[in-house]
């Protein structure tokens, strides 16, 4: 196991150079320029020189590339162009916020997911089965950004049950020791504080858990469906076991192994879906930056965050796998 | 089984509208002595000689203030910080009268030092500091620093010479030749006046150089220290949340209604257009043009508009086939279709543009202006004057994305403006192009015949929209005009405010006779309100002062 888990460490180094790269030369050719975006009608052609030379963009890109490796093989991801501060003080401030919010979106899914999924399993071929496999379709199907501007239009500006943006409200001033508000509030044991950013992580939640929900629940519909047809099961059945008591002990926790693979595959999808929702609920996380970072052209900012967040992704998949192991001692690895 | 199901489907239904109970019972209301304000999105930093962009300038102005301001509404300069000022007979030094008393939020005292330390800490700026993208309007307006940094101007370039300190409640700037556009420059927020006590204190300029080329500041001046007269001081900012302001109650002027003025970025405008119906935002900038009505026609929201400052316009590069021609020039101003457009893609906030400024600047032509309303015959008529074979082919450049405020669909402003070109005697070959991918580039260098451009207005200064334009030779319109050139040097430079406004409005009929490009909108941005906000005085160039704001 220890081996296992050194080896899938030191393939991240071949890993992540071969991204950099990939990154470095990615962002230079979307096309125009850092100046052109920051400066539109005012980027003269002195000016674009002049701001080439003071970002040093005006050396050989292989130059540009070995100053950049050198200097985040050190940690130290550079400095963002539009905001001017350091890419790394930017995701420690932001990140919180994006893993909060795929928690919680992690969270919606799982609870109404599994259910769903189970029950229209258990239920095959009904009415309940034919629906949830309706809503999961549409769960998959309609855009993130679209399901948002919907719930907000409902719950905040009809209903004015939830707030519409942002993580906290303005008028509270809490301690942020984690960068997880809600944490936050626990710990420093301000529950309104907690209490409010709960309130500001439900809508964001369900939007960006609305395509997890609907993987999750037919996952689990169609492993649960295969496992009820197991020998086990039937034996369990012919011994007399109460129905319930099968469900619990045979069919839901086989059911669930596949499930398990599906949330680490999951993350990419939240971390992907969260630009779109931090930017239409004004969370400031990981995904607004990046879309900030691609409508500046802050190749700092694209490179240091990208790079980050295909860390994250690596390394969650390792856990994955890890864990998938510890689960299934029939899948562990020699 | 199905009383599993039955059981936990009554959960679910209970625990949720548990929950929307409890959401419910929470208000979203706040103190009436506390604005929130929807911005387009965070400052840059909230020192104004370092900034830009819309959202930091606005910042910089509710805790900052300079030499002068503008009249609330209007390009219309007025003392601020200096209570009167005088110019001398060649022009070159003007000394400004201090206000007495002012006393910076830190408790030091604004003095003539004071002013002349802002100035030259602008001109000495550390060369990592240099250029548009750090110090736009310094290189703008004054031009060139003391110690240039490589390929940025030097003190040879420069418009600024010196500040003196003519006594503590008298500064003079002295400058390298006669301009008087400067003045309407120093009511920006980027010549604001620091307190050079927390600039050292906080370190205002340092920064250092990475190895990877890009320079990082360092200093918490600008981030969490700014400290300037204004009639708010800083209280916090949370990046990506909120920058939080507080009323300065020992401001030397009219103090301010609000106790507490909060900026929330939110740089999608539906977004922000939901906070401001939510009853989240007080306030917020940029409505979309497409969402206007929903707001006007709401019963708790108010539309305002800020006037026009900006023009949007079809240029003609005269290095390109037969534009060098001014017959040829006046059928393509006569061949475009401005009323149609402005009237179909601009969603009642667009005015039709005569003149390469709006009207709200000082030295805006109001008559005596070539009238050049869509006239297909007229057009015919000109080109075949200049001895032209009809249809006369053009390429008409235009971006297929990024609309602006001058220009909110660009596609649609060429497919109109071609079709009545067509109709004129020309033959417009299109060329689309992305704004960034190639499009902005190729036009800055001279590349496109005819294209879509446009212009906002960085202070309320005619030399701001003619000068930069048409005041030297460039690639952009590729003409050389002497006459013109000097027509604008002499405007430029004349001290006199009179007659400075009428050596303008005569440049912008030369201009217009001249026809280096045909204007043909100016666009009012739409902000939104809730209908119990008062005093908000929309303005032309885009930062408005709360001190007059109230709710309720």
């Not at chain 1, 919010?101 to 992690?106: D, E, P, Q, V």
């Not at chain 1, 071929?125 to 769960?139: K, M, N, Q, R, V």
């Not at chain 2, 929201?301 to 060098?324: C, D, E, H, T, W």
């Not at chain 2, 013109?484 to 006779?513: C, G, H, W």
């Amino acid at each position: 196991m220890a081996r296992f888990v050194v080896r899938r460490l030191l393939l991240l180094v071949p890993i992540l150079l071969g991204l950099s790269i990939l990154l470095f030369v990615w962002v230079r050719a979307l096309p125009g320029s850092t100046a052109q975006a920051l400066l539109g009608e005012r980027a003269t052609p002195e000016a674009i020189d002049r701001f080439n030379r003071q970002y040093g963009l005006d050396r050989p890109i292989t130059t540009q590339y070995w100053a950049y490796l050198k200097t985040t093989v050190r940690g130290d991801l550079g400095t963002s162009v539009a905001s001017r501060r350091p890419v790394t003080t930017e995701i420690r401030e932001r990140f919180p916020a994006t893993v909060e919010l795929a928690f919680a979106a992690m969270i919606f899914a799982l609870v109404i997911g599994l259910p769903l999924g189970f029950f229209a399993a258990k239920r095959y071929g009904e009415f309940f089965d034919h629906s949830s496999l309706f809503l999961s379709l549409i769960g998959v199907s309609i855009p993130v950004f679209f399901l948002a501007i919907i719930l907000k239009y409902v719950f905040s500006v009809r209903l004015g049950w939830l707030p519409s943006i942002g993580r906290q409200d303005v008028l509270i001033d809490a301690q942020h020791p984690t960068g997880f508000y809600v944490l936050d509030g626990i710990i420093t044991g301000n529950w309104n504080a907690a209490w409010d950013a709960s309130r500001h992580l439900l809508l964001p939640a369900i939007a960006l858990g609305s395509i997890p929900l609907a993987i999750i629940a037919r996952v689990t519909r169609a492993s649960t469906l295969d496992v009820q047809n197991e020998d086990y099961v039937r034996t369990a059945k012919a011994k007399g076991l109460a129905p319930s008591a099968i469900d619990r002990r045979h069919v839901l926790r086989n059911a669930l192994l596949p499930v398990t693979t599906i949330i680490g595959l999951q993350v990419g999808i939240l971390l992907g879906g969260a630009v779109l929702t931090e930017t239409v609920f004004a969370i400031p996380g990981m995904g607004s930056w990046l879309k900030e970072a691609i409508f500046n052209q802050d190749y700092p900012a694209l490179q240091g965050g990208i790079l980050f967040l295909a860390f994250v992704f690596v390394l969650v998949n390792l856990l994955v796998d890890i864990s998938y192991g510890l689960i299934n001692p029939q899948i562990r690895v020699s | 089984m199905s009383r599993a199901l039955r059981f936990t489907l009554a959960l679910s239904a209970v625990a949720l509208f548990a929950t929307a109970a409890a959401f419910a019972a929470t208000s979203r209301t706040h103190a009436s002595d506390t604005f929130v304000f929807g911005t387009e999105g965070d400052p840059v930093l909230v020192d104004g000689a370092l900034v830009s962009d819309g959202p930091s300038l606005r910042a910089v102005n509710q805790m900052f203030e300079g030499l002068v301001g503008l009249k609330a509404g209007t390009t219309k300069v007025v003392p601020s910080l200096a209570t009167s000022w005088t110019t001398s007979k060649n022009g070159l030094a003007w000394t400004f009268k201090l206000r007495q008393g002012v006393k910076f939020h830190d408790g030091t005292k604004m003095d003539a030092k004071s002013v002349c330390f802002n100035f030259s800490r602008n001109y000495k700026l550390p060369g990592y500091l240099q250029g548009e993208s750090t110090n736009y309007y310094w290189v703008t307006v004054f031009g060139g620093y003391a110690k240039p940094a490589t390929g940025n101007p030097g003190p040879d370039k420069s418009l600024y010479r010196g500040c003196k300190v003519v006594n503590a409640s008298t500064a003079r700037i002295i400058l390298t030749r006669p301009s008087s556009s400067f003045l309407a420059a120093l009511a920006l927020p980027s010549f604001a006046i620091a307190s050079p006590a927390a600039l050292v204190k906080y370190k205002a300029d340092a920064g250092s150089v990475g190895s990877d080329g890009s320079f990082r500041p360092t200093g918490t001046f600008g981030t969490s220290n700014p400290v300037g007269t204004g009639p708010f001081k800083f209280e916090s900012w949370r990046i990506g949340d909120k920058l939080v302001m507080v009323r300065n109650d020992s401001y030397w002027g009219t103090k301010a209604k609000l106790k507490k003025l909060i900026f929330r970025p939110i740089t999608d405008s539906t977004a922000r257009l939901q906070a401001l119906q939510s009853g989240e935002l007080d306030g917020a900038n940029l409505l979309a043009p497409q969402d206007v009505p929903s707001v006007s026609n709401s019963s708790s929201l108010k539309v305002l508009s800020r006037p026009a400052f900006n023009i949007g316009y079809v240029g003609m590069n005269q290095k390109q086939g037969p534009l060098s021609n001014i017959k040829v020039r006046q059928a393509v101003a006569y061949g475009l279709d401005k009323k149609a457009v402005v009237g179909a893609f601009y969603g009642g906030r667009g005015q039709v543009a005569n003149q390469f400024m709006p009207p709200l600047v000082e030295g805006y032509a109001k008559k005596g202006v070539p009238d050049y309303s869509y006239n297909p015959a007229k057009a015919k008529a000109l080109l075949q004057e200049a001895g032209l074979t009809l249809p006369v082919t053009l390429e008409f450049w235009y971006p297929t994305d990024r609309p602006r405020g001058y220009m909110p669909d660009p596609p649609r402003n060429f497919q109109a403006f071609a079709a009545s070109l067509e109709k004129s005697g020309f033959k417009i070959v299109p060329k689309p192009g992305p704004w960034r991918g190639g499009y902005l580039s190729g036009v800055q260098s001279g590349k496109a015949a005819l294209y879509l451009l446009g212009w906002t207005g960085d202070f309320g200064d005619p030399a701001n929209f003619l000068n930069v334009h048409f005041g030297a030779a460039g690639d952009l319109f590729g003409f050389n005009n002497p006459a013109l050139f000097k027509a604008l040097q002499v405007a430029d430079a004349e001290p006199n405010l009179d007659k400075r406004t009428k050596l303008y409005q005569a440049a912008s009929i030369q201009v217009m006779k001249f026809l280096p490009m045909v204007p043909y909108a100016n666009a009012s941005p739409a902000l939104g309100f809730k209908k119990n906000v008062k005093g908000y005085v929309p303005s032309p160039v885009e930062v408005e002062l709360f001190t007059p704001v109230s709710i309720g």
